[in-house]
């Protein structure tokens, strides 16, 4: 029998896949959470002859999937990795993504401090639009959960402008889903309602899961400030279960809190909240995620002893760092 190419045409043999197509063919499954897939496709790109740029995005992306599983010395490992490739390769703007990567981490386990001060520096290497629309999402974002509103609100217009810039839609979702948590954790639900909308509506366009299940997440969020918890439970349950699925503990914590504040608000509840929060603690504390657990602590505390709201406002702040 004659042997087939890829493509099913007999007399020619198989041709394998180039590193680009492996990493081309991983991000679809890392935008739906599907990491293992993802992780299979890009060390797949490692060992298929990739250039220096395409082994540096590649481990770049890796740091991606383990930082979005909760892997925070993995991801640090891999960002630090491409970083050295890229600079070898004279790619200071692919070696500011992979620094960015690492901001990441340290916004997601609450190291605000070190996560800015990485930001900055990050930033100076930045060459392309889109690379610096990203860098000051995340820099908006901790600005955001310092409750420096002035600071984020002005840190997320100009990332907007690097996006339209850049024409990069997705980083337009990304900055309406940071602008709604923003918004909610001003004490304006209304608007973290409409950005969160909008958000859900980019994600659901691109097919990029990831942007429109946290977009869902911060819906249900400003719902439940507005006093609608009913219409947070399902969409907030849908989601709930595409985390659990994808094993994202941290995102699993998040939805946990807010169903705790759903269950808070209501009369006769406190059990249930105090159960949400108590399951959301214990994520927390699996992933070593500092700032949720000191949040998650005193709500805890607060419900077990009768009060209802969450203190001076403070929500859960689902980011999304690109």
Known sequence: ?????????????????????????????????????????????LSTGASPLERAEAHVRLARVYRSESQWEAAEREARTAVLLAEA???????????????????????????DALAVRTLARARTARVRGIIL??????????????????????????????????????????GSAAARDAGDATRALELAERAAAIGRKLGAFDVLTVAVQNQAQALVALGRAEEAEGPLGEVLGHFTATSNVLRQAECLEIMGELYAIRHDHDDTAARCFELALALARRVGAVGSVDRLTRRL???????????????AHPVVPS
């Open 301 to 315: 505390a607060e419900v077990r002893a009768g009060g209802r709201g969450p203190t001076d406002g403070e929500s």
């Open 137 to 178: 999402q995340n820099r908006g974002s901790i600005a955001a959960q310092r409750r420096d509103f002035d600071a984020a609100s002005a840190l997320f217009a100009q990332s907007v402008h690097a996006f339209q810039e850049a024409g990069y839609e997705l980083g337009m979702g990304f900055a309406l889903v940071n």
């Open 89 to 115: 390769a004279g790619s200071e703007d692919l070696a500011a993504e992979a620094m960015n990567v690492e901001v990441g981490v340290h916004l997601l386990v609450g190291r605000l401090d070190a996560g």
């Open 1 to 45: 029998m004659a042997p087939l190419n890829s493509a099913g045409n007999p007399g020619r043999p198989f041709s394998p896949l180039t590193a680009r197509a492996h990493l081309d063919g991983g991000l679809p499954y890392e935008q739906a959470g599907m990491t293992h897939k993802a992780v299979a496709a890009y060390e797949a790109a």
